[in-house]
C-alpha cells in the first residue's frame, strides 16, 4: 500500500523539493534539495537523512566575492561526493542582472565550499542547472530570441555540449543518472515542430567514447488513449541481479525510475516510469504508476528515490513538499 507524508523544512517559508539522491547506494540515506520562498526572496535548501524527515536541513545561499544583491538561490540536484563534501547544482539570481545564472556548488552542507558559475552558451539568458552525478552535470536554457536548450557540462573540463534529441525542435534535459565510471543515462523532454503543444519523455545513454545513444522516445496515454503532454524529471535506478559475465554494467535486469508529469488532457497529473533494459541496451517495458497526493488539487513529481517520489502538492490553496512511497504493480 502506498503510504504519503508532507515533507518542509522545519523553517518561515514555502518548501520546493526539486531533487534527491542516494547516499552510497540505499535509499535508507538520502540528500535532497530545493528552495526555500520567503517574502525577502528565497535560499537554497539540502537535506541529509532518512525519507522520514527526522535529518537535518541546511539553507545555502550563493556567494561570490563582490557579489553582494543575490536575491534567489536555488537548489535542484544534489550529488554526495563524500563523507564530508556534496556536490549541488542549481540557478541563482541577482538584482542588477536580467536572467537566472547557472550554479555547481562542491563543500559541506554548511556552505563551506566553492561556488562555480555554469555558463552553456555566451548567448544564454536564463541557465537552469538541474542534476549531477559523476563527472557530470545537465541543465537547460533559453536565449534572449529562443527557449527550450539542453546541455551536458562537462564538470572537470568545465565544457558544455549541446543535447538535442535528433530531429526535434526544442530539448531539454533534467535528469542523469551514472551506470558506471565513464556511462550515464539521461532524461529529459522534447517537442516535434514549433508550436507545437504536445511534448515527449525520452531516454539516451551518453558516453564520452560514444557520445549520445539510445535515443527512445515516451508519451503518457490517458484512459481514453489521448498522448498528454510528458515532462521527465529526475532519474534513479533499481540495481538487478549483477551478471559478472555481461558487459557494461546496465545489462543486468534492474530497472530505470523516472519521475514525470503529465497535462494536456482530462486527467493532468503525476507519475511514476519504470523502464527496463534489453541485452542490446535498449529501454524497453514502459510502466507508467499515476498518482495524486490524498485531497490535493496539484501534485507534481519532482525526483525519485527508490520507489519514493518527491515534489509539490496544492492542498487547501496552499503549496507543501512531499514524499510519496508507492506500492508498484511487480512490486
Same mark, same amino acid.
Given at each position: 500500500m ?11 517559508? %514555502? ?7 542516494? %547516499? ?12 526555500l ?30 557579489v553582494d544583491?543575490?536575491?534567489?538561490? /536555488? ?45 552553456? /552558451? ?6 537552469y ?26 564538470i ?32 529529459g ?49 533499481k ?31 503525476a ?33 525519485v ?10 492542498i ?16
Amino acid at each position: 500500500m502506498s503510504s504519503y507524508q508532507l515533507f518542509n523544512a522545519p523553517l518561515q517559508g %514555502i518548501t520546493t523539493i526539486q531533487g534527491v539522491r542516494q %547516499i552510497r547506494g540505499t535509499t535508507e540515506r538520502v540528500i535532497i534539495s530545493g528552495s526555500l520562498k520567503t517574502p525577502g526572496g528565497m535560499t537554497g535548501l539540502v537535506y541529509e537523512g532518512a525519507l522520514d524527515n527526522s535529518g537535518t536541513w541546511h539553507e545555502l545561499t550563493y556567494t561570490a566575492a563582490g557579489v553582494d544583491d543575490v536575491t534567489t538561490t /536555488s537548489c535542484y540536484g544534489p550529488d554526495w561526493i563524500t563523507r564530508d563534501t556534496v556536490r549541488v547544482v542549481g540557478s541563482w539570481k541577482r538584482a542588477s542582472v536580467d536572467g537566472s545564472m547557472g550554479f555547481l556548488y562542491e563543500g559541506t552542507l554548511g556552505g563551506s565550499g566553492v561556488w562555480e558559475n555554469v555558463t552553456p /552558451s555566451a548567448d544564454a539568458k536564463n541557465t537552469y542547472v538541474h542534476s549531477t552525478m559523476g563527472g557530470y552535470a545537465v541543465g537547460n536554457y533559453d536565449t534572449r530570441d529562443l527557449n527550450g536548450f539542453a546541455f551536458l557540462y562537462d564538470i572537470g573540463a568545465a565544457a558544455s555540449t549541446p543535447i538535442v534529441y535528433p530531429g526535434a525542435y526544442t530539448t531539454t534535459c533534467y535528469g542523469i543518472w551514472q551506470n558506471e565510471w565513464n556511462h550515464y543515462t539521461l532524461v529529459g523532454g522534447y517537442t516535434e515542430l514549433e508550436g507545437d503543444t504536445i511534448s515527449h519523455g525520452w531516454m539516451c545513454d551518453f558516453s564520452p567514447a560514444d557520445g549520445f545513444t539510445n535515443w527512445t522516445s515516451f508519451s503518457y496515454t490517458d484512459a481514453a488513449g489521448n498522448a498528454a503532454i510528458t515532462h521527465f524529471e529526475g532519474i534513479d535506478r533499481k540495481r538487478g541481479d549483477w551478471k559478472s559475465h555481461i558487459h557494461p554494467c546496465w545489462a543486468d535486469d534492474g530497472e530505470y525510475r523516472i519521475s514525470c508529469n503529465f497535462g494536456g488532457t482530462a486527467t493532468a497529473g503525476a507519475a511514476l516510469l519504470t523502464v527496463t533494459r534489453n541485452a542490446d541496451g535498449a529501454f524497453v517495458h514502459p510502466q507508467w504508476t499515476p498518482y495524486t497526493y490524498p485531497g490535493a488539487s496539484l501534485t507534481t513529481n519532482d525526483c525519485v528515490v527508490g520507489t519514493t517520489c518527491l515534489g509539490i502538492c496544492v492542498i487547501d490553496d496552499v503549496p507543501s513538499s512531499y514524499a510519496a512511497t508507492l506500492t508498484l504493480a511487480a512490486e
